[in-house]
């Protein structure tokens, strides 16, 4: 049996001397970026029964592809799922190469990069954006890995868990046996092994099918990209575990439930008491793809949704897309440019008129969109509840007369929020409030009781550990100890909470006073990354129309996402 494999071996590296391992750079500096692929397989080695830990590290841009680096490494013992081997394989690429490398590509590309991770099993990625599985808490001990630890890094702007599609997963060639030709094909591909006079010939006329030598032009899950492409993973983005849509029933005329969203299907299983972990990528399914069909197969993601599904209600609301309605904001507000591509934005700015009849009748179309999970973001003016209002009101009858107008307006939009905030939680939405934490109208009787009534909980935090500084030309660059407060129903804000750890150091603080109160009143690059994060990372943990309750939560294991 040994020999056996061992002349197949020779005979392979015989036959393939025409491939080549090859690179290509087509970009400038500014579009290159590292990412790294991990992959697990289960249970592969026969003896011990470990599974094994690979990583694939390659520089991608528009038009580059050049691969750097690549490992397998069997597992320390014995993983008694493929989600916890998944999760084990990125705790090792992120700690091994990933972390370390970006060293050297925020000094080579002369930037502070973002290291793209990709991941392709769903139950792992709701695991490490959570830092939480009550099947795992073992981990720690056996393992070595900590939840909690992934989830902190990628909450940092320096990496961002990436959903991968299993057609897309360029490590697969370092677990996976491959008895197909045209699937070894695409396992090469991926990993830029290709043959020089194929490549050269140039691409072919229309779709290419899958051959008996060659791979297709549509892949698993009806991903497309063919053998000519740049970068397979070009115009790509994800925050969030895929949802399948809705297939409209054309008789009737009515959307009928497709297959129970994965991650849908996942929680409840969990809360069930059923088995919390589905194996979404098998090693088993590889062989069930022939090269007649392997183009229209359904893919591993796909045939786990459909058992996963037995577990749980046949309906499933629509596939819902995020959406941040921002009330009171400007124009060109940084929340709003921050936005991921996977989530719309709507500004409700002072044209807008939100004391209005037409003012509030667009806001309240924005947040009841039932194909919008919406955020509705309240960033109220604060002028009017500010402590040196108390000081400005001796100033004359003019001033306490303008101060007076503040609060009128503030209370006036306040209640235009209130009946929006009403329509939002209707339609299965989540809402933030934002004012300093010194602003008055945070104990006004009014607030407090929408504070209960909605289930809202605070979340304070100083401007200076979120990268506040001061723009005034006399203090420019100094941190500003500004005292922040959002009033949420996301648990996972509570990443925002950080408080000021200068303390009596030789760093000095600008205050937050005449020309910086207006010039800092917009929001840092981090906290609204961070605003997209937990949001994005709550709608993954929780069902698309508010219907099911989210993940378990435990303040022991769950980590700021």
């Not at 290159?32 to 599974?51: E, K, Y």
């Not at 099993?121 to 630890?149: D, F, I, Q």
């Not at 919406?374 to 108390?390: E, I, K, Y």
């Amino acid at each position: 049996m040994r020999q056996t494999i061992v002349q197949a071996n020779f005979c392979y590296v015989n036959s393939s001397l025409h491939i080549r391992m090859t690179g290509w750079i087509g970009d400038s500096l500014a579009d290159l970026s590292p990412h790294i692929f991990a992959d697990a397989d289960f249970a592969g080695c026969p003896l011990t029964s470990r599974s094994t830990s690979v990583l694939h590290h390659m520089l991608l841009g528009p038009h580059s592809a050049y691969p750097i680096a690549g490992q397998s490494k069997k597992q320390g013992c014995v993983s008694h799922s493929t989600p916890e081997a998944e999760v084990v394989a990125a705790a090792n690429a992120l700690r091994s190469t990933g972390l370390p490398a970006l060293h050297l590509w925020d000094a080579l590309l002369g930037r502070a990069v973002t290291l793209e991770f990709h991941e392709d099993n769903s139950t792992a990625v709701t695991t490490m954006k959570h830092g939480y599985s009550p099947a795992m808490k073992h981990l720690e001990r056996t393992h070595g890995v900590c939840l909690r630890w992934l989830a902190e890094r990628f909450l940092e702007p320096q990496c961002h868990l990436f959903y991968e599609r299993t057609a897309l997963m360029a490590a697969d060639i370092y677990t996976k046996a491959f008895i197909t030709p045209s699937e070894w094909d695409h396992a090469l591909r991926l990993v830029n092994h290709i043959d020089p006079a194929r490549f050269w010939e140039g691409r072919p006329t229309g779709p290419q099918k899958a051959s008996s030598e060659h791979m297709g032009s549509v892949h698993k899950g009806d991903v497309v990209f063919d053998y000519w492409v740049h970068n397979p993973w070009h115009g790509r983005a994800s925050l969030d575990v895929p949802v399948p849509e809705m297939e409209v029933n054309a008789k009737e005329n009515k959307p009928k439930p497709n297959k129970t969203p994965k991650a849908v299907a996942a929680v409840r299983t969990l809360l069930e008491g059923h088995d919390p972990y589905a194996d979404d990528d098998e090693d088993s399914t590889d062989e069930e793809y022939a090269c007649d069909d392997y183009a229209t197969t359904l893919s591993d993601d796909e045939s786990d949704s459909t058992r996963l599904s037995q577990n749980a209600d046949s309906a499933t609301p629509l596939r819902r897309r995020r959406r941040i309605v921002e009330f009171c904001t400007s124009a060109d507000s940084r929340l709003g440019r921050l936005t991921p591509p996977a989530c719309d934005v709507v500004r409700l700015t002072i044209d807008d008129d939100l004391t209005s009849a037409a003012g509030l009748a667009k806001a309240l179309a924005a947040v009841s969109d039932p194909n919008a999970q919406v955020l509705l973001f309240g960033a109220m003016p604060c002028t009017g509840g500010s402590a040196w209002q108390r000081l400005n009101a001796h100033r004359g009858p003019a001033t306490a007369e303008k101060i007076r107008g503040e609060r009128e307006l503030a209370d006036t939009l306040f209640d235009n929020f209130a009946q929006v905030a009403k329509a939002c939680r209707a339609n299965g939405g989540n809402i933030a409030i934002e004012w300093p934490r010194g602003c008055s109208y945070w104990s006004l009787p009014k607030t407090q009781h929408f504070l209960r009534a909605y289930a809202l909980e605070n979340f304070d935090f100083d401007g200076c550990m979120l990268g506040l500084t001061s723009l005034a030309p006399d203090t420019l660059g100094q941190p500003i100890k500004k005292p922040w407060r959002i009033a949420s129903d996301i648990p996972g804000l509570i990443s925002l909470r950080r408080h000021c750890t200068h303390g009596k150091s030789s760093i000095m603080h600008a205050r937050c006073a005449g020309s910086n109160t207006k010039l800092t009143e917009g929001y840092t690059d981090e906290l609204c990354t961070l605003i997209h994060r937990c949001f994005a990372a709550h709608t993954c943990s929780t069902t698309l129309g508010g219907s099911m309750p989210p993940l378990p939560y435990d303040e022991e294991y769950v980590v700021d996402f």
